[in-house]
Structure formats: C-alpha cells, structure tokens
C-alpha cells in the first residue's frame, strides 16, 4: 500500500500553505506538503534543506554519487527512518512499495535490468523507473572473451589439477607428462554466433572479430546505433537456430522477459539439437535463458561442448563441461562507478527539466531550455483518449499562454512538457506573484492524470499526485 501517513489531518492543518521562490522577475506560488506528512512540524523541517533528498539503497558508488550537486541534492542512506525521498536509487535491492513514499518522483537503478522494481506498479502511480544500459557493457563484455578462453583451453580444469599435484608434492615431476590431459583450440578463425546485438553483444562482436574471428548474429531489434558499433565483417541472420547452427561459439546477449512470447529457456532442446557437438554456449545474460534440462541432456550426449554462464544452476553445478560464475560480469569498480553516474545524471535531469532518457516504463523526452521569464510544468497521464485536449483546455482557464509543448507515449502511459508563459495570465509582471495553486489542482485532479510538477528554482517544491482520484501534494 502505498504511503500517504497523515494525510487527512495536514489537509485541515497546512491548507494554503504556500512555498514562494523568485524566479527572475516575479515570484511563482505553489501549495507544498499539505498531506503525505505525520504532522506539519515534520513537513517544515523537511523542506527547510530546500534540497532534493535522494534515497540509496545498498552501497552506492561514491563516484556516482559525486555527479549530483551537493547545493541541490543530499544523499540520505537506508538508514534513513523518514523515507520521504524525491527520487530513489539502488543496485540489487528488491524494491517494496512500502519503501515508495507519495514524494517520490523517480526511481533509477544502477544496472540494466529491472527485476527487482516493480515496474508495472510504479507505470501504474506515475513513476518512471530510469535503468543505466550500457554502463556495465565492458565488463561483461570482457568476462564473455574470458569465458571463450575458458571454454577453449581446460583452464579451470588444469588448475584444479595442479593445485592437486602441488598437495602432493609431485607438480615439477608431472606437469608436463599431464599437460596433454588439457589441451584446446584457439579462437583466432572459428565462428563466434552472438544473439542479442545491444550495447554488450555489438561490443563482444567487435572484438571477437579483431581477435580474428568470423562473427555473425541475431538480433530482431537491432538499433541504428548498435548497428553501427558492429564490425563490417559481421554477418547478420534471420532467426536463434540459424545464427547457432554452424557456431563454434554462442553467446546469449538477450533480455529475459517472462511470459508467453518470451525468452525464458529459450535455448532449448529445438536449438540445442542443430548446433555444433563441440560448440561452447556462454551465457552472461541471464540464467532463465537456457533449459537446464535440454543442456544437461546435450552435455551429456556431446563431450566435446561447453557450457559456461555467470549465473548458478541448481542442476549443472557440478558437471564436467559446466563452468559456472559467482555473476561477476559488472562486478568492477569501473562499471559501478559508471552505472552509478549514468543514473545520478538521468534523475539529475529528470528533477531539473523535466526530461526523460533510459527510462523502462516513460517515453523518451526532452524538450529544449526553457526561455526567459517562462515556467516549465510536466504532467503524468494515462495514455486515454482526450488527455491531451484536456490538459491544454485546464491552461486555458487558467489564462496561460503556452509556448512550448511536447507529449510523448509509450504504452499506457503519457507524458507532457509544457511551457507558459505567465505574463499572458496578467499576473506575471515584475515584483508580481504567479499563483499556480489552482492550476496544478486544475490539472492533477483531472480524471486520468497521475501526477503534475511545476519546475522552477526551489527543489522538491511543485509536485502532486492524483491517488484514487486524491489530490496529494
């Protein structure tokens, strides 16, 4: 359920609160923390910072963090008891709606996938949830060339053996009688397949070709700008069973999406049939891509083959041919520090102008600086028809004249940016005040809309939420 504590008693305590910031050459007047709060005490103690409060949860990379200026945000840790952030980012914390106060605007997680959000429920409240693709494509990109070598050479294996020998005092007498139990290939000139050509399969393509090998792939989504990363060499394939049949390597780059027409154990028995008999399968993508049981029957019926993945597998632990990885494919400082920076700077944009980029859930939007004298308002709706009218009909009453406006959408849900121009309401004259209080209730109340937020100079000020047709703010 999500948190709305005291409501009802800061409506009659705090009515007309109003929170006034200059902003060039007149002041804009908006309502501020009149429900969501235990009492109004704790509501004027909160916004005295007049700083956006950014919730972390696990340990975020100090780096990161250095990206949001310490004049506009401060960081407060999971410790923090009141939970009332405006934005919240983690790593691998399953995030509970409990956590999820009414002041939050955006969640952003450090990391490209988003299982442990949950994402329909925060599409539903209006709250985009920001990933960071792409941070971590090095790093795994590296442990995927590392795990072609080890499942070309006998690697792990001839070390165990030599830990083995080491114990018994016998390595300088038998190690090179036994060398020969651990022979491989190379991979200068064999056919790596890669499926999934994103931000880490178009870079494991690139440099699997200047290692000299013959890449091809598979992707059906493929972006303009992956394909431009790829090697001109690459050669591109119609289907998962086409792209592997002839492969001496196979790498999974693709999302697991659940689900009927979904990726799970989508390398199975129909794909596993038509490959190679010693081909090498590496999956750093996710677990739940591959049939256990499919791989362990074509393990079992070829030697020769390889399976090496960065996740654990109840079933092909202790295989022969398994190599299993404690997830280490952005386990490094580098990935953490730009995962964490990718994702402080898209909440830093998001709370600053309104824009949206990497967001699982909203529509990519950006609308360009607000002009001079100008006040930038952005609203959440359902993605219904007549939204649109509706909004814009809400900044007529009001008298407001706009002059920029974007809408975006992307499944149920919409997003708008809008600019005005308070002069054209008569209330924007120098040393005036532009009262928006109506307005934003105007808009939130609508039925459809989610949440509203007027941008100007004061962090954390100018945000409301329509919750089961409740007006919060």
């Not at 394939?237 to 154990?265: F, Q, V």
């Not at 008999?277 to 591959?290: K, Q, S, T, W, Y």
């Not at 920076?341 to 529509?363: C, H, K, Q």
């Not at 930038?376 to 359902?382: F, M, Q």
Request: glycine content about 10%; aromatic content about 6%; charged content about 20%.
């Amino acid at each position: 359920m999500l948190s709305t504590r005291g409501a009802s008693v800061l409506r009659a305590s705090a009515a007309g609160l109003g929170r006034r910031q200059a902003m060039r050459s007149y002041q804009v007047s908006v309502d501020h923390f009149v429900s969501g709060w235990e009492n109004i005490i704790e509501a004027q103690e909160f916004t005295k910072t007049e700083k956006y409060q950014i919730q972390t949860f696990n340990k975020i990379s100090p780096q990161g963090l250095a990206q949001f200026s310490p004049d506009k945000f401060e960081i407060k840790g999971e410790a923090w008891e009141k939970k009332d952030a405006h934005a919240i980012l983690l790593r691998s914390h399953k995030l509970q709606e409990s956590e999820v106060d009414v002041s939050v605007r955006a969640i952003a997680r450090c990391g490209a996938g988003t299982n442990n959000v949950p994402v329909a429920r925060m599409t539903e409240l209006g709250i985009p949830v920001f990933n960071t693709p792409g941070a971590n494509a090095n790093a795994v990109k590296e442990l995927i060339l590392c795990g072609m070598l080890l499942g070309s050479r006998r690697i792990v294996a001839g070390i165990n053996h030599m830990t083995k020998l080491g114990t018994e005092g016998l390595a300088k007498e038998r190690v090179e009688k036994d060398k020969a139990m651990f022979g491989g290939r190379e991979l200068k000139g064999k056919t790596l397949s890669v499926i999934g050509l994103g931000h880490i399969g178009a870079s494991t393509a690139r440099d699997a070709s200047a290692l000299g090998m013959n890449v091809q792939g598979y992707d059906p989504g493929l972006s303009i700008n992956s394909a431009l990363k790829l090697p001109r060499t690459i050669v591109l394939k119609d289907s998962i069973g086409s792209a592997s049949a002839n492969a001496d390597y196979i790498s999974l780059n693709i999302p697991y999406i659940k689900g009927e027409g979904g990726t799970h154990g989508i390398i199975g028995a129909d794909v596993l049939n038509d490959i190679k008999p010693d081909a090498v399968i590496l999956n750093f993508a996710r677990g739940e891509l591959v049939d256990s049981e499919a791989m362990l029957n074509f393990l079992n019926q070829n030697p020769d083959a390889r399976y090496i993945s960065d996740f654990p597998d109840d079933l092909l632990w202790d295989h022969e041919n398994v190599i299993l990885l404690p997830h280490l494919g952005a386990s490094t400082e580098e990935a953490e520090d730009q995962a964490a920076a990718m994702a402080a700077d898209t909440i830093t944009e998001y709370l600053n102008s309104g824009t949206i980029r990497n967001s699982v859930n909203f529509p990519q939007t950006s609308l360009s600086d607000r002009t001079p004298g100008t006040i930038r308002i952005t609203v959440v709706n359902k993605n219904v028809p007549g939204m649109l009218s509706a909004i814009t009909e809400a900044f007529g009453r009001s008298k407001l004249n706009i002059s920029q406006q974007v809408n975006q959408s992307r499944d149920g849900i919409a997003y708008n940016v809008i600019d005005v121009d308070p002069k054209t309401s008569g209330d924007g004259e120098p040393g005036s005040i532009v009262d928006l209080k109506e307005l934003q209730k105007d808009l939130t109340t609508l039925d459809g809309v989610l949440s509203s937020r007027i941008l100007f100079d004061t962090p954390g000020a100018g945000y409301a939420r329509n919750i089961n047709g409740e007006y919060f703010i």
